[in-house]
């Protein structure tokens, strides 16, 4: 019994430090980038920039004011973009096709350096999430049937009157943001160790083992899927970023999970948000799984062509 709990002192003693890094990190790039979106909602830059987009979401059988929803997604958690939903009028269907492009596209400018310091490309990482979400979109938009429901009632929009108001507000949220990415991923951190000290991981690997060959990922990446989606990308950073730097996968195995969670993470959390609005949870689980296994196994095939071609030139 001494023996459990000195290594479970030691798994939490040795957590914070990798903690404390990521956290760091994180809260670098996400306060700069969350006040500068406040910046931008208070002089209206941002409904500037989705009215230039108002003819593209034509085409995906959006109205051009949700183009103001998937701007903020790029650069915020999906809170941001279901508040904006909520002020607008759209039924049912409009709400799925904005679902499925802000659940591939939502903190992707903070998700993208993430996936990058875990040795992907930040530009194809970010072209993929931004490529299929329009593509998710347009699939959908053709498959949904035209009346799904009735508008869903607008809310009344939360405006700061004065510069002060603004800063007030991002203070406070940034302040529980903090908070928030402090306590969960210590916490997270925390967790792995024990993992790691009892061989539990060892025992989640083998159950995904299967899960993982259908979705073209090795079995080394069974955990490091299972904790992008419970957690998501920005909380279960801190896993990712620890088992590439301890070569615990290889950079090519860690380069296909990128691609697979790029488009399908935060499989538990997001998809029960936009349940909570009215949103059906197979239209928006099912693309993106299917998409994130197109893109996996069409990767795997340009990797294996590109092996051959190296083969017979050499």
């Known amino acids: 019994m001494i023996k459990i709990s000195k290594r479970l002192y030691t798994s939490i003693i040795t957590a914070f430090p990798k903690a404390g890094k990521t956290i760091w990190w994180l809260l670098k790039i996400i306060l700069p980038i969350s006040f500068s979106v406040s910046l931008f909602e208070y002089w209206g830059l941002i409904e500037q920039i989705a009215s230039l987009l108002t003819p593209i979401f034509s085409k995906i059988g959006l109205p051009g004011e949700s183009a103001i929803v998937f701007i903020s997604s790029i650069f915020l958690s999906l809170y941001a973009p279901i508040a904006i939903i909520s ?16 659940l591939i596209t939502h903190n992707m400018v903070v998700e993208t350096a993430i996936q990058k310091k875990t040795g992907s490309s930040a530009i194809i990482m970010f072209s993929v999430r931004f490529i299929t979400s329009f593509v998710a979109a347009f699939i959908l938009n053709l498959l949904l049937p035209t009346h799904l429901g009735i508008s869903v009632a607008a809310a009344e929009k939360i405006v700061d009157h004065n510069f002060t108001e603004m800063i007030t507000h991002w203070v406070i949220d940034a302040g529980w943001l903090s908070l928030k ?18 061989k539990i991981i060892d025992y989640i690997s083998a159950f995904f083992s299967p899960l993982m060959k259908i979705l073209g ?14 957690l998501g990308l920005t909380y279960g950073s801190a896993v990712l970023i620890e088992a590439v ?12 999970l990128n691609y697979h969670i790029a488009i399908n993470h935060s499989l538990l959390e997001d998809t029960l948000l936009f349940v909570a609005i009215g949103v059906p949870a197979g239209w928006i689980i099912a693309p993106r799984i299917v998409l994130a296994i197109i893109v996996v196994w069409s990767v795997r095939g340009i990797m294996r062509f590109k092996c051959s071609k190296l083969v017979t030139f050499n």
């Open 181 to 198: 990415i402090g306590l969960i991923i210590s916490g997270l951190m925390i967790l792995q160790n024990v993992l790691k000290e009892f």
């Open 245 to 256: 730097q301890q070569n615990e996968i290889s950079p090519t195995d860690a380069n296909l």
């Open 87 to 102: 002020t607008l009028s759209l039924d049912i269907r409009e709400i799925i096709i904005l679902a499925i492009m802000c």
């Open 217 to 230: 990922l090795s079995k080394e990446s069974s955990f490091l899927w299972f904790v992008a989606q419970i």
